[in-house]
């Protein structure tokens, strides 16, 4: 009798869950699919999975507190839209209002931007304007390191703080973690630095009950006096990056703006800074700085669990629609949705000259062969295909026919698309540009070209691996 009884009460709870599965909204198919196979074919496990990873929430109360912040943040002055029309051509207008439709930020001109060297070169470069900082600084990283480069960035702000600089930090409570629990954390607090610790996790085992403990936030913004903002993929570490020191040097790319755009990350700034603090901080997004003349169209696009569904690939997208001529992207993690994989191979199919750097060696085995999954059918396309070997190349950039240009923290892959905060900046300048592809070829300089004939020379366990772990893929 008493088994009888909990093994109805066992199928109720599976079935409980098959059907919030089934009417859980923003889901694809092939998830839900991979989802109820793991649920029904082995229920503990699967049941406990699901609870833990299955739904991108961050918990209610964190959900509301965003949402009230942006819409009490200042409106935008969207007054020059003309002059945007004018200054950026019709046929690149659209994807523009696709970031619009993202954040709310309209595209603003007067920027001028400067490409950093390297990591090094970044570091040194933000030192410098936090040096020379008379009002604020404002810093948020996914990843901040106690190395060379972390500390550098720790002494800088803690000497803007004692000369009376109003300095806001802010790291991730998972990726931070060893430097928000070290002396150094604790050193910036006595030097009258204020701390800000994004989505704090708490206890681990409560908080899977109230949202998942991976969903994160993986933006890097800096913003020195409301007028300079840094926008790129590097964390505040040195490339050496000795966490993941056998995978060095971690080759990232970082763009120094100045302009009205740095009013655009600073809200974006602002409302992680109030979830994570409760302080209010519009005060200072009433002004946004003023715009060089001949400077440049750009717009950030901020995503994340709490924004529009789908909105990171959606951009990605348009950008592959967009290109006539030529597109290059570089991502450490490519494990697409179907949509996304298409738009790239749609580019190729039509001629345009498309390429892709992955890095040869990966810091995740599983994504490399999740990734390498998909080059039998990229290259089919005619996507021209390159494995980077100078290091992890963590670089996130997409140049359009050397016009249009998209740089941030964003990866081409599902933890981007549903689970992480992100950041990135969209522009129009075909000189900027220029200077970017140029990158872009250094990298591939540095890389080996991967064939159809080699990937369909690859043995059958090989693939039984890429795309068994491909399909695991849905259930993250």
């Not at 990056?241 to 971690?250: D, I, L, Q, S, T």
């Not at 997004?285 to 715009?291: I, M, Q, S, Y």
């Not at 290059?328 to 738009?343: G, K």
């Amino acid at each position: 009798m008493h088994f009888t009884i909990g093994v109805l009460v066992h199928g109720a709870i599976v079935l409980v869950l098959i059907v919030r599965v089934l009417l859980r909204p923003h889901r694809e198919p092939a998830s839900r699919v991979a989802w109820i196979a793991v649920i029904a074919s082995v229920p503990v496990a699967g049941m406990i999975a699901y609870l833990l990873f299955g739904e991108t929430s961050i918990g209610r109360r964190r959900i509301d507190e965003l949402r009230r912040i942006l819409r009490g943040m200042l409106p935008y002055d969207a007054s020059r839209l003309e002059e945007f029309k004018n200054a950026v051509p019709a046929r690149r207008q659209s994807l523009f209002r696709v970031a619009t439709s993202i954040s709310g930020f309209e595209p603003v001109g007067g920027n001028t931007a400067r490409l950093m060297e390297d990591s090094n070169a970044t570091i040194e470069q933000m030192v410098a304007d936090i040096d020379n900082a008379d009002q604020h600084v404002h810093l948020l990283f996914y990843i901040w390191l106690a190395d060379n480069n972390g500390l550098k960035v720790v002494d800088a702000v803690k000497r803007a703080a004692q000369r009376g600089v109003t300095c806001r930090v802010m790291a991730d409570n998972l990726g931070s973690r060893a430097m928000i629990s070290s002396p150094d954390w604790t050193g910036m607090q006595q030097a009258g630095v204020k701390t800000g610790v994004a989505l704090k996790i708490g206890n681990p085992l409560i908080r899977p009950l109230i949202g998942r403990i991976d969903l994160r936030n993986h933006r890097k913004i800096a913003v020195i006096d409301g007028r300079v903002t840094y926008c790129g993929s590097q964390n505040c570490a040195d490339p050496e990056f000795r966490v993941k020191a056998k995978y060095a040097p971690w080759v990232d790319c970082v763009m120094r703006f100045e302009g009205p755009i740095a009013l655009q990350n600073q809200r974006l700034f602002a409302a992680d800074w109030a979830a994570a603090t409760g302080e209010n901080i519009d005060a200072l997004l009433a002004h946004a700085p003023e715009p060089s003349p001949g400077g440049f169209y750009a717009q950030a696009v901020g995503t994340g669990p709490t924004v529009r569904y789908s909105a990171m690939p959606e951009t990605f997208e348009s950008m592959f629609y967009a290109a006539r001529e030529r597109l290059i992207v570089t991502t450490p993690y490519y494990v697409p949705d179907e949509s996304l994989e298409r738009a790239l191979c749609s580019a190729a199919y039509r001629g345009v000259d498309t390429t892709l750097i992955v890095p040869a060696r990966n810091d995740s085995w599983i994504v490399a062969c999740a990734s390498r999954s998909y080059y039998e059918e990229l290259l089919s396309a005619g996507v021209k295909l390159f494995e980077f070997n100078g290091g992890l190349l963590h670089a996130k950039t997409l140049t359009v026919d050397g016009e249009v240009t998209l740089i941030g923290s964003a990866n081409m892959d599902r933890r981007s698309f549903e689970l992480n905060y992100e950041n990135n900046i969209l522009f129009y300048d075909p000189q900027l540009t220029g200077q970017l592809i140029e990158r872009q070829e250094q990298y591939r300089a540095n890389s080996r070209q991967v064939t159809l004939s080699e990937v369909e020379g690859w043995s059958m366990p090989r693939r039984l691996a890429n795309n068994a772990l491909a399909m695991v893929a849905p259930i993250l």
